[in-house]
């Protein structure tokens, strides 16, 4: 039991190593196929929890691993690229086996306020228009915010920013059960709290794009092949 624990927690490691640091001659495709099968889901929220990263916990807990996770990083790769192009206002990041799309609040939200702007609209509608393209993806919607204000209000204000979020994907044609939403607070600052500019990134809600069931079936067929 002592070396199963042992051998975990080596691999927990190594994979969050090659997410942190990366590898100058592999690409995401095959750091994807690594993380997967080192890590799993275990894993995933072990460096989730760790490394106060939900989203990097999120997607490697999502991993399948092997020539399948190849063929879905490859997927992901083309999806990514798409949102790049499609969405400038919004900050794109391949990870292993998925996406993070992270928007500032200030884009989607006036301070200290959850309902949506204009541009909030506009940009969520391109987004939408790459999501709508790629169904065979689950999207979990995290709330995040600064330091400023009690830790209940905070709590409070993540969880209706991500919902709204959602809400809105879902009356653009985003199904129902692709969606997850879940709120964080302040308790997940990515950047300093102690400076204007960091607490603005903070104010931030991220997107999380995995494989679902059928991607997944799809790819494990294609790699038995």
């Not at 928007?103 to 989607?108: E, G, K, R, T, Y």
Request: one cysteine or more; glycine letters at 10%; a negative charge.
């Amino acid at each position: 039991m002592k070396m199963k624990k042992l051998s975990m927690f080596l691999l927990v490691v190594l994979s969050a190593t090659f997410i942190s640091t990366g590898c100058a001659s592999w690409n995401k495709t095959q750091k994807g196929a690594v993380i997967g099968t080192a890590a799993g889901g275990t894993a995933g929220a072990v460096i989730g929890r760790s490394s106060g990263n939900t989203a990097l916990g999120a997607i490697i807990g999502a991993a399948v691993g092997g020539a399948s996770g190849a063929i879905i990083g490859r997927q992901m790769d083309k999806q990514a690229e798409e949102i790049a192009k499609t969405v400038p206002d919004a900050k794109v990041e391949r990870v292993g086996e998925g996406i993070v799309v992270e928007f500032s609040s200030n884009i989607l939200f006036g301070f200290d306020e959850s309902d949506l702007s204009y541009d909030a609209k506009t940009n969520l509608d391109k987004l939408v228009s790459v999501l709508n393209v790629y169904p065979e993806t689950d999207i979990e919607i995290q709330g995040h915010t600064d330091s400023r204000g009690s830790e209940q209000y905070n709590q409070t204000l993540s969880v209706q920013r991500a919902n709204i979020v959602s809400d809105y994907l879902a009356d653009k044609g985003i199904a129902h059960d692709r969606l997850e939403t879940k709120g964080f607070g302040e308790t997940l600052p990515k950047y300093e709290n102690q400076t204007a500019e960091g607490r603005t990134q903070n104010r931030r809600v991220e997107f999380m794009i995995t494989a679902n069931e059928k991607m997944k079936e799809e790819a494990e067929k294609e790699a038995s092949k």
